[in-house]
C-alpha cells in the first residue's frame, strides 16, 4: 500500500542541536512537503519539492533546511534549534499537477527542544 | 492573499444531532478546497475535495460539504454525528495554478456529548 513514513516518531533535543527529520514515500508522487502543525495556526508550509535534487521555500522556512535526495526521500534539518521549532512536523507527498490527485500524510514527528 | 479561516476553534454536540463546521476562503479564483480529519496521534485523512461542478460534495463517513462561491464558504456538514467523529477537523485551499501547495485553516477540535 502507498505511503507516506516518516522517522523519528518522537525526538528530544537541547537548544542550539542539530537535528535530522526524515520522510519516505512509496506513492511514486513527484511533490513532497514538510509542514509543521501548532494550535491555532494549523499546518503552515515550510518546504517542498517537486523532485530529486528540487527545493522551493514554503511560507514559514525560516530555521529549515530541506534536501530531497530521490524520488521517495524528503529530509528536513534543524541546525540549529530553537525551543520555537517544538512543534509536531507532517511530511506528505502528492501528484501535483493531476486533478485527482490526493496528498499522503505521515503520521507526524513531535518534536520538543528544551 | 490566500488564506482559510476556521472560525471556531472548539465545537461540541451531542451524539446524533446534525453538524455544521465553518469554513470561509480568502483566494481571487475558484480554489480547490478540502476537508481533513486529524484523529488523535494520527496523520490527516481526507474527507472530502471540491474542484467544480455540484457545489455539494459527499466524502467518507456521511459527511458532505456545500462550497458558495457567493459566501467564499465550504461549510462541512453531517445529519447526525457519533461518538468517532471526536477528532480534529481542517479546511484546506490549494490555488487552481496549484504547484501542489496547500493552505490550512487553524482546526476546529470536535467534541462529542454522549
Known amino acids: 500500500e502507498a505511503a507516506v513514513t516518516q522517522s523519528p516518531r518522537n525526538k528530544v533535543t537541547v537548544t542550539g542541536g542539530n537535528v535530522t527529520l526524515s520522510c519516505r514515500q512509496t506513492?511514486?508522487?513527484?511533490?513532497m512537503y514538510w509542514y509543521r502543525q501548532d494550535t491555532g495556526h494549523g499546518l503552515r508550509l515550510i518546504h517542498y519539492?517537486?523532485?530529486?535534487?528540487?527545493?522551493q521555500i514554503g511560507d514559514v522556512p525560516d530555521g529549515y533546511k530541506a534536501t530531497r535526495t530521490t524520488q521517495e526521500d524528503f529530509f528536513l534539518l534543524l541546525e540549529l534549534a530553537s525551543p520555537s521549532q517544538t512543534s509536531l512536523y507532517f511530511c506528505?507527498?502528492?501528484?501535483?499537477?493531476?486533478?485527482?490527485?490526493?496528498?499522503?500524510f505521515g503520521s507526524g514527528t513531535r518534536l520538543l527542544v528544551i | 492573499a490566500q488564506s482559510v479561516t476556521q472560525p471556531d476553534a472548539r465545537v461540541t454536540v451531542s451524539e446524533g444531532a446534525s453538524l455544521q463546521l465553518r469554513c470561509k476562503y480568502s483566494?481571487?479564483?475558484?480554489?480547490?478546497l478540502f476537508w481533513y480529519v486529524q484523529y488523535p496521534r494520527q496523520g490527516l485523512q481526507l474527507l472530502l475535495k471540491y474542484y467544480s461542478g455540484d457545489p455539494v460534495v459527499q466524502g467518507v463517513n456521511s459527511f458532505e460539504a456545500e462550497f458558495s462561491k457567493s459566501n467564499s464558504s465550504f461549510h462541512l456538514q453531517k445529519a447526525s454525528v457519533h461518538w468517532s467523529d471526536s477528532a480534529v477537523y481542517f479546511c484546506?485551499?490549494?490555488?487552481?495554478?496549484?504547484?501542489?501547495?496547500?493552505?490550512f485553516g487553524q482546526g476546529t477540535k470536535l467534541s462529542i456529548k454522549p
Open positions: 506528505a507527498s502528492s501528484d501535483a499537477g493531476h486533478t485527482n490527485s490526493d496528498y499522503t
Open positions: 506513492n511514486s508522487h513527484n511533490y
Open positions: 484546506a485551499l490549494s490555488p487552481s495554478s496549484n504547484q501542489g501547495k496547500l493552505i
Open positions: 519539492s517537486y523532485g530529486a535534487g528540487n527545493l
Open positions: 483566494y481571487s479564483a475558484t480554489p480547490y
